[in-house]
């Protein structure tokens, strides 16, 4: 019995993240927002993301910028 294996080679794009606060990373599917503090992601990776993601203690508003997650506005309980 032959075994031929298939060999998934990824090459880092090698971002530069040009935004304050911001570090490049192989991440979650999802990021850390401002709108969604406290709530699971909804998608289950199989794989890494390699894209700039907020650092540590801070997420993004609603404009995209990352902030100090103090500074997220309160949110709405409806």
Do not use: H
């Amino acid at each position: 019995m032959t075994l031929f294996g298939i060999v998934n080679i990824t090459y880092s794009k090698n971002l530069v993240c040009n935004r304050p606060n911001e570090i490049y990373a192989c991440g979650s599917a999802c990021q850390t927002e401002c709108k969604t503090l406290g709530e699971a992601c909804p998608i289950v990776n199989i794989k890494c993301n390699d894209a700039c993601y907020c650092k540590e203690n801070y997420a993004r508003d609603d404009k995209g910028n990352c902030i100090p997650i103090c500074d997220c506005p309160p949110k709405n309980n409806q």
